[in-house]
């Protein structure tokens, strides 16, 4: 039998991070990268990214872009194929919450939330699978959320994308799994990012989050390394189509 360890060894695939200027989207970099792949992070912010290239160091590239801007998109993938070749593995970690209440949704609002959340993920992988089809491996990680399932408020054009996640990543499993390529999503549950600053920033209300969960507590970026690596590495080559929930409970309760 082989070591096990080799299961989770990326060396010498090459890893999309969008999202990678922050947040669950850096740290998914950081991990990929230290367990052998290299590392492309997207994000539109360019101090950000080139903090992120000093941290890993060499086998990391980035590119400054907007995942939602389709008409960009051939430029993007272009730009993101370039220093490493095509990649093996996307993590879409690139996300928006607006927080804006059901009466005061705006077309504006909505329109971008779909466009990041959702529609991004699917144009992305679309342009990648071929490259992935060629090798016969290939790893998509899509990011659903406790609003895959829950309603909360503020949160309907935001757990309507992410509602669509779990489905897309579904229908995505369906579509290419047969040539190698495995699709999969992580749900997070309530981490330190920016996008949940108001939450950590409310000290009783993040509590509260944590005594929902049976873990008792709420996740800290560690807790995304394992989960993360498993579902993009050999470890994983028969799981997909799912959505695995990283929220300590929070769902089981």
Same mark, same amino acid.
């Given at each position: 039998?082989?070591?096990?360890?080799?299961?989770?060894?990326?060396?010498?695939?090459?890893?999309?991070? +969008?999202?990678? $200027?922050?947040?669950?989207?850096?740290?998914?970099?950081?991990?990929?990268?230290?367990?052998?792949?290299?590392?492309?992070?997207? @994000?539109?912010?360019?101090?950000?990214?080139?903090?992120? @290239?000093?941290?890993?160091?060499?086998?990391?590239?980035?590119?400054?872009?907007?995942?939602?801007?389709?008409?960009?998109?051939?430029?993007?993938? $272009?730009?993101?194929?370039?220093?490493?070749?095509?990649?093996?593995?996307?993590?879409?970690?690139?996300?928006?919450?607006?927080?804006?209440?059901?009466?005061?949704?705006?077309?504006?609002?909505?329109?971008?939330?779909?466009?990041?959340?959702?529609?991004?993920?699917?144009?992305?992988?679309?342009?990648?699978?071929?490259?992935?089809?060629?090798?016969?491996?290939?790893?998509?990680?899509?990011? @659903? $959320?406790?609003?895959? =399932?829950?309603?909360?408020?503020?949160?309907?054009?935001?757990?309507?994308?992410?509602?669509?996640?779990?489905?897309?990543?579904?229908?995505?499993?369906?579509?290419?799994?047969?040539?190698?390529? +495995?699709?999969? @999503?992580?749900?997070?549950?309530?981490?330190?990012?920016?996008?949940?600053?108001?939450?950590?920033?409310?000290?009783?209300?993040?509590?509260?989050?944590?005594?929902? +969960?049976?873990?008792?507590?709420?996740? =800290?970026?560690?807790?995304?390394?394992?989960?993360?690596?498993?579902?993009?590495?050999?470890?994983?080559?028969?799981? +997909?189509?799912?959505?695995?929930?990283?929220?300590?409970?929070? =769902?089981?309760?």
């Amino acid at each position: 039998m082989s070591d096990p360890r080799d299961l989770f060894d990326l060396t010498g695939r090459v890893a999309c991070i +969008t999202g990678a $200027s922050s947040g669950i989207g850096r740290r998914a970099a950081i991990t990929l990268a230290a367990a052998g792949a290299y590392v492309v992070g997207v @994000a539109r912010r360019r101090d950000a990214l080139d903090s992120l @290239a000093r941290e890993i160091g060499e086998g990391c590239a980035t590119v400054v872009g907007d995942v939602a801007d389709r008409a960009g998109m051939d430029t993007l993938i $272009s730009a993101i194929s370039e220093p490493f070749g095509a990649p093996d593995i996307v993590v879409h970690a690139a996300g928006v919450n607006t927080r804006e209440a059901a009466d005061d949704v705006t077309p504006e609002g909505w329109d971008q939330t779909l466009a990041l959340n959702l529609s991004a993920p699917f144009f992305i992988s679309q342009a990648m699978v071929p490259a992935m089809k060629a090798k016969g491996w290939g790893r998509i990680v899509n990011f @659903a $959320s406790l609003q895959t =399932t829950r309603a909360f408020p503020g949160g309907i054009a935001y757990g309507a994308s992410k509602g669509g996640v779990a489905q897309l990543t579904r229908a995505m499993a369906e579509a290419w799994s047969v040539d190698g390529i +495995t699709a999969n @999503a992580i749900g997070p549950g309530f981490f330190p990012t920016e996008l949940t600053a108001a939450v950590f920033g409310n000290p009783e209300r993040a509590a509260r989050n944590a005594a929902q +969960t049976c873990a008792g507590r709420n996740g =800290t970026m560690e807790d995304m390394d394992g989960p993360l690596l498993f579902l993009c590495s050999d470890a994983s080559s028969y799981v +997909t189509g799912q959505v695995l929930m990283v929220d300590g409970g929070f =769902t089981a309760k």
